[in-house]
DNA sequence: TAGACGTGGTA
DNA sequence: TTACCAAGTCT
């Protein structure tokens, strides 16, 4: 049930934002009418999922020049997208896109419920209610850390995350409109995303600052409460950069799951405490002085390099040489590029 | 269900 | 430098 004091806020939100939406080039202008293209709505959420606008934009554009539709994504090589997905992060949910892209291309279109849209890989909650909206109209809830911020904050709900999420849930329920849903769902997104922001939030400028309970208690830059992060521990490695004569470069794509699943990169150690050498060639290795260093969401990783060059027709234990006029290292993830260019140094001048 | 899973920007 | 944070999903 949606009572009136509900719907009255939606509407407030909905004419901020019909004033103040961001334009984003997956977005269409607010009270248009017009409905984008779920491939598009689809692409940006997978995208945006835990990202940054800026971090996303310039690789939505490459996609969406590259593969204009499901189907032209659905027909790409695996290699081509994960090579294009390289350095943003999150690297399952570039394996998802594509087993997504070749399910819907099957099926002819994407499912136009938040049910549907739910059954398909690197589709979960947030983003089939996302669809659903933005793409379908439907009043789906969209429940993100934008949203839970703003739910958490509008009621003051001081309880902390994750505990407090299906009362904030409950929250962006009764207040999801049936009128204009996709609008709704981009509008709250916003307001969490330029001004009730984590820190400091704007709550002058704020269009539902009146019933706030936060901002009336005082507590809203302190909500939503979180239980205290873990320190993340070191783990250490080593990473191997073969150089042959003729220029090429020893890579292997890594296991499809775990950590940077199907990505290409240096043969190295495991990544651990003390991890034990693994040079993929007999080979007079040098040492660099430096180190790469990279944070994980749940470890920091201090990467030694090791660098040789070795003559051609050697077979190596694992991994291919790439010729050096199609070596990309664009398209190595953020950690891999960091010992690129570390050796990339050393080797010019061996 | 809690942990795995990236990266770049900001304070 | 360190820690936190951003339009989550999967197992």
New binding site residues.
């Given amino acids: 049930m949606r009572d009136t004091a509900y719907s009255g806020l939606s509407a407030v939100l909905l004419d901020w934002y019909d004033r103040h939406a961001r334009s984003?080039p997956w977005r269409v202008p607010p009270g248009s009418g017009a409905r984008p293209d779920p491939y598009r709505v689809w692409l940006?959420?997978v995208m945006?999922?835990?990202?940054?606008?800026?971090?996303v934009k310039g690789y939505y554009e490459r996609f969406t020049s590259f593969w204009p539709d499901v189907g032209a994504l659905a027909a790409a090589e695996d290699a081509d997208v994960m090579a294009a997905w390289a350095?943003?992060?999150?690297?399952?949910r570039a394996r998802?896109l594509l087993k997504c892209a070749r399910a819907v291309a099957a099926r002819g279109a994407f499912p136009d419920t938040y049910e549907g849209l739910l059954e398909l890989?690197?589709?979960?909650?947030?983003?089939?209610a996302?669809i659903a909206a933005i793409a379908f109209g439907r009043p789906a809830t969209v429940m993100?850390?934008?949203v839970e911020?703003v739910m958490a904050r509008l009621h003051d709900e001081r309880a902390a995350l994750?505990g407090v999420k299906p009362v904030l849930y409950a929250h962006a329920e009764r207040l999801t409109p049936v009128e204009r849903p996709g609008d709704y769902a981009?509008a709250v997104?916003?307001l969490?995303?330029t001004i009730c922001t984590?820190?400091s939030p704007a709550c002058g400028i704020c269009p539902w600052r009146e019933p706030c309970a936060a901002r009336l208690a005082g507590t809203a830059a302190e909500l939503p409460k979180?239980a205290?992060?873990v320190?993340?521990p070191v783990r250490t490695g080593v990473a191997y950069v073969v150089r042959r004569t003729d220029g090429a470069l020893l890579l292997e794509t890594r296991p499809e799951t775990?950590?940077?699943?199907g990505m290409l990169g240096w043969p190295g150690t495991e990544w651990g405490v003390d991890p034990e050498a693994a040079p993929p060639v007999d080979a007079a290795w040098r040492r660099l002085e430096g180190e790469a260093r990279?944070?994980?969401?749940?470890f920091h990783l201090r990467l030694a390099i090791e660098v040789a060059e070795v003559p051609e027709g050697l077979s190596p234990d694992r991994g291919r040489f790439v010729p050096a006029e199609v070596f990309d290292p664009g398209a190595l993830?953020?950690?891999m590029r960091k010992v690129w260019r570390l050796a990339d140094g050393t080797l010019r001048h061996l």
């Fill in positions: 984003l940006s959420e945006l999922q835990q990202t940054t606008v800026a971090a350095g943003l992060g999150y690297y399952a998802n890989p690197g589709i979960g909650p947030y983003t089939a996302a993100d850390g934008n911020r994750p981009q997104m916003d969490g995303a984590p820190r979180k205290p992060k320190k993340k775990g950590l940077l699943g990279h944070t994980f969401t749940h993830p953020t950690v």
